[in-house]
């Protein structure tokens, strides 16, 4: 599985985002999809992820009720909507797919979009 994730950009606080996050690969759509994110001088988080089904989501603390992640499997694509934004919010952003559970540990990773809340 092969991803790639787009949607980064400079936006204002307050301001929404949606990322994606393509991939490649008949089974993708039995893989957990997440979001994780690193902003300079911290250790990745996780954001949200999203079970093969799309019936199942999680969120960190600190997205609750301003992200939302989905996804359509008919285009092997992921989202994250993210509304609300904070200049804490600045990070690269990084997709990861897993056949099993989304973690640090997941084995496909796409190459991040780097996303810029200013205040």
């Known amino acids: 599985v092969q991803l790639q994730a787009s949607g980064g950009g400079l936006v204002q606080a307050g301001g929404s985002l949606r990322l994606s996050c393509a991939a490649s690969?008949?089974?993708?759509?039995?893989?957990?999809v997440g979001w994780f994110r690193q902003a300079p001088g911290k250790e990745r988080e996780f954001v949200a992820s999203?079970?093969?089904?799309?019936?199942?989501?999680y969120y960190a603390d600190s997205v609750k009720g301003r992200f939302t992640i989905s996804r359509d499997n008919a285009k092997n694509t992921v989202y994250l909507q993210m509304n609300s934004l904070k200049p804490e919010d600045t990070a690269v952003y990084y997709c990861?797919?897993?056949?099993?559970?989304?973690?640090?540990?997941?084995?496909?990773w796409g190459q991040g979009t780097l996303v810029t809340v200013s205040s």
């Open positions: 990861a797919a897993d056949p099993t559970r989304i973690s640090t540990a997941a084995a496909y």
């Open positions: 690969g008949r089974t993708f759509s039995r893989y957990a």
């Open positions: 999203i079970s093969w089904s799309g019936s199942n989501t």
